[in-house]
């Protein structure tokens, strides 16, 4: 553990950053040492992102002062050894991996016939983050799946010949349980060796149990810093600003049986793990779990159900989608707040097909004040902090009149208070009558559900009810394996 006399990597001193009238960072002191794993922690907007900007030197801020390396200004290529992964992807996504990778190590790579060298660094590296990859250095990022996409954007933040300071700005919020793992193994890794690694996450439990020291962030400052090893999770969510927000998740008692005497909201046929013919159903009010390692097949249930009714396929007309990657299909980039809210509500909210702008703001400024969308109605959306953009994708969704609402894995990047209050707003919807089909990369968000089908390679592994539904059930039911590949 670092002293006091120890020389930081990093110092950062009343640090000041506004954007028009939004002061992201509001005089953030803070010191970063050589060797240690620091978490930062804090509400969505509260301006982490905005400091590993800083930080990269993609930012400059308007008053304090940042040293990274006995470096005060950083020449237009960022300090010297900052490297940092983004939450929103830095990928160039018409270009290959091993194009991107050259992209960002051009300073040191061969001029010419770097396709070689860049390929094999490319490979290099995931092999040794992400062993079991299926990434080739020729694929192009846009053909790629979000978790593929995320693995490359950390290894492309390691390619480098002199690493420093690793920034990973929610590194994980794509990615499962193995992948996440080796992530953190490799960050061991890169401590043990001298490298200063920042993690930024909405994830507790991976920060105490990968960081050294976790900094809580609150309105654009740091308001505590703690040894992770003298804090609970409790603890961190408190200093964040938190109230205990007591989420009730399903008892299997209480859970509304499957018992057929609600009208079907939704089904879709599928086969079990032994080739058995069987489905996915939902019956009205309920909210059913599409749980399993990501990949195996839960996106493409919500797209059949989202594509509608034909074949045997069976779903209301009026639905909802909420996409986990906000930034290829989810926010309308050139508009604000209020319209990306309310674009799929404005036909229910007319009268005689006349818009009642009055309907419409009121709407908007309702949603603004549940999710509390840090920004307000007027923001443009991209002005907004990635969870910020999230909650606005998700009113979209339930400020519309949809009967289904297909959420897949929707609450990436949104902070634990927040995440808390739409669990209650999933159940109060689910109460009104609306059915909600949900996948979550994160078993846990499962326990939420009535029903969850657990999913292994576009098939039913099993399917759990209530208090049946948790994180072991979960991934035992992902690995084991089915009588017929047993044989
Ligand atoms: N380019 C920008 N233009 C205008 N406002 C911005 C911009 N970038 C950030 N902000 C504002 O600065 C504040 C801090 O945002 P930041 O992205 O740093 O938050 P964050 O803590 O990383 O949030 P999240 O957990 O949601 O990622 C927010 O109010 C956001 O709206």
């Known amino acids: 553990m670092n002293s006091k006399d120890d020389v930081p990597l990093a110092r950062i001193q009343s640090a000041v950053k506004t954007y028009g009238p939004t ?28 400091l590993m900007r800083v930080l990269s030197g993609l930012e400059a801020i308007d008053s304090g002062s940042v040293t990274i390396g006995g470096i005060s200004s950083p020449p237009h290529t960022g300090y010297p050894g900052v490297r940092m992964a983004y939450q929103e ?3 160039a996504p018409e270009l290959s991996v091993k194009e991107n990778i050259y992209i960002s190590s051009a300073a040191w790579m061969p001029r010419w016939r770097w396709h070689r060298p860049a390929a094999e660094h490319a490979a290099a590296r995931l092999a040794e983050i992400f062993p079991d990859h299926s990434i080739r250095p020729a694929d192009f990022v846009d053909d790629l799946p979000l978790a593929d996409r995320q693995r490359v954007e ?3 933040a390691t390619i480098t010949d002199d690493l420093r300071l690793l920034i990973l700005d929610e590194p994980t919020e794509s990615l499962s349980g193995s992948a996440v793992d080796q992530l953190y193994d490799y960050v061991r890794k890169l401590r043990a060796g001298g490298t200063g690694i920042i993690l930024v996450s909405h994830r507790l439990t991976e920060i105490l149990s990968v960081c050294d020291r976790v900094a ?7 308001v505590s810093v703690y040894r992770a090893a003298d804090v609970s999770e409790r603890d961190l969510f408190m200093a964040m600003g938190g109230e205990v927000v007591v989420t009730e998740t399903v008892d299997a008692a209480a859970a509304p049986a499957a018992d057929g005497s609600r009208p079907v909201a939704a089904r879709i046929p599928m086969t079990t793990v032994d080739a058995e013919p069987a489905e996915i159903i939902a019956y009205k009010g309920e909210v059913i779990g599409l749980a399993g390692i990501a990949g195996q097949g839960q ?28 930034q290829r299909s989810g926010i309308l980039p050139l508009w604000d707040v209020a319209a990306n809210l309310s674009i799929t509500a404005i036909p229910g909210l007319a009268r005689h097909g006349i818009r009642r ?19 307000g109605a007027r923001a443009p959306i991209t002005g907004l902090s990635g969870g910020n953009q999230q909650k606005v994708i998700v009113a979209r969704a339930f400020a519309s009149d949809a009967e289904v ?8 990047g949104v902070d634990i208070h927040t995440k808390a209050e739409l ?44 208090a049946q539904i948790s994180d072991e059930r979960i991934i035992s039911l992902s690995f084991i394996e089915s009588k017929e590949t047993a044989a």
């Open 23 to 50: 002061r992201a960072l509001s005089g953030v002191t803070l010191d970063i040492y050589a060797g240690e794993v620091l978490g930062i922690v804090g509400h969505n907007g509260a301006g982490k992102s905005t």
């Open 89 to 91: 992807g830095s990928l």
């Open 154 to 156: 950390i290894a492309r």
């Open 216 to 222: 809580v962030m609150k309105d654009g400052a740091v």
């Open 299 to 326: 996106e493409q249930v919500l797209d059949r159900l989202w594509r509608g009714s034909g074949g045997d396929v069976k779903v209301s007309a009026r639905r909802a989608y909420v996409p986990g990657d906000r």
């Open 357 to 375: 702008i009055d309907r419409e703001a009121s709407l908007v400024s309702k949603w603004v004040d549940l999710l509390n969308v840090r920004g």
């Open 405 to 412: 609402i297909l959420l897949d894995d929707p609450f990436r």
């Open 423 to 466: 669990y209650q707003l999933i159940r109060k919807e689910a109460d009104k009558g609306r059915t909600i089909l949900w996948y979550s990369s994160e078993n846990s968000e499962m326990q939420h559900c009535d029903r969850a089908y657990v999913l292994r390679a576009n098939r039913i592994a099993g399917e759990l009810r209530g």
